[in-house]
């Protein structure tokens, strides 16, 4: 059994692998679910082989309280998708739906049956956090190594150069943002070539998600690395208060640097132009969808569909109460998503489904890990390392506020990793 958890661990490496050089090839639309991912038959491939391993006593993995409100979340999704207008585009997600869950279901026991597990897949996610990260760095230096960059994509902003493409720097964000707090946490316990390892993924990720100019993940990296501030008085609190101060500086440097991060910063304190009014102006015609189908939701997926129709609604009931830029600005997203994952996967899957969530949700991340414990060795606290995790989870659910990074797979996948590490080490308090 030894040799299959230790099997089964280099599988968890190789998916966060592939799914960062399928990152890094890509553009922005080859990422979005339900589009294929190249990391998916991997992800499959690691739960049947699983399954099969653990054939005697599979009937436990899913007798979890966790587990018994995620797999009922997913059959209120499926139920959901019957009752959908579009049955087509709901099963397509679903398939991605419950690829992930079955991931959790796998990675949360193997990390609790065999911890070094975790330790392969964090260096994993530490070395490719770095690789990627030095990539956004060579694209903001105008050199582009992988040849994505076509000359006129090279005249654009910092802000602009980083994936390529323009404006699509949403995916590298939501990607290194939630790693940040974890990599800074456990540089302390890493002396000597490991703490430069994760000191050098830390600056060249920070320096890109700032470059990014993502307002909610680096609001939500912000608020992460404060905490431990609060937390950490009288031991070295100073760390996290000067990364804060590093991150100012950067932040107004680019501001300094690039007129469009100026107008950008600019923008979100207005509530007439920009991306916060199209915001709320898309959430404003998308609420009426919740009153409408409140506890089964559209179907998975169906936002896209749905929403050109509440638009002409909303606009026909509201015909001088809304701006022509408004207009505009909701106009130009019909829409794949709502800009907040929260709302949309209320509005597709319904109430019923999304309590299941986030009752789950609330389990795996309450305080529960034992005190005593130890990972890596007899290096890292359990304590301290579910709080790094916890605190990646958090710059997660703020930028799934205002951004979509639960559409793109390796961005999901990554959610997927840290809960299941969370959960794995809680349950190891339980046994």
Known sequence: MNRLNKFF???AALLIVVSNLYFSRNLYEGFRLPKAFAGMWLIALIVLLYFIARLKTLHRLFLTPVNLLLLAALLLSVLSAGLSRFPGDSYSYLAHFFTFFMLFVVLSDLFRSYPAALAVVFWTLVGTTLLISVYG????????????????????????RITGITGQTTLFAAILGPVLPLLLGMIPFFPGKPGWLLK???AAALVVTIATMSRAVIAGVGLAIAVPVFLMAGKRWYVPLAVLLIMAVLFGGFMLAEPKARERIVSSFSLEQGAISWRLAVWRVSLPMVKDHPLMGTGPGTFPRMFPGYLKRFLDEHPTNITQTTTQSVSRSVALQAHNDVLQNVIET????????FVALFLI????????????????????FCLFLRLGILVFMVNALFNFPFHFATSALYFTVFTA??????RGNEA
């Open 9 to 11: 661990a280099f599988l």
């Open 137 to 160: 760095l060579l694209q903001v230096a105008n050199m582009d190594p992988l040849f994505v960059l076509e000359e006129s994509a090279k005249t654009l902003s910092v802000r602009h």
């Open 200 to 202: 050098a993924a830390f």
């Open 350 to 357: 319904g109430l019923l489904a999304n309590i299941c969530l």
């Open 365 to 384: 991340l309450r305080p529960g890990c034992a005190r005593s414990a130890y990972v890596f060795n007899q290096r890292v606290p359990v304590r301290s």
């Open 421 to 426: 590490a969370i959960y794995a080490l809680s």
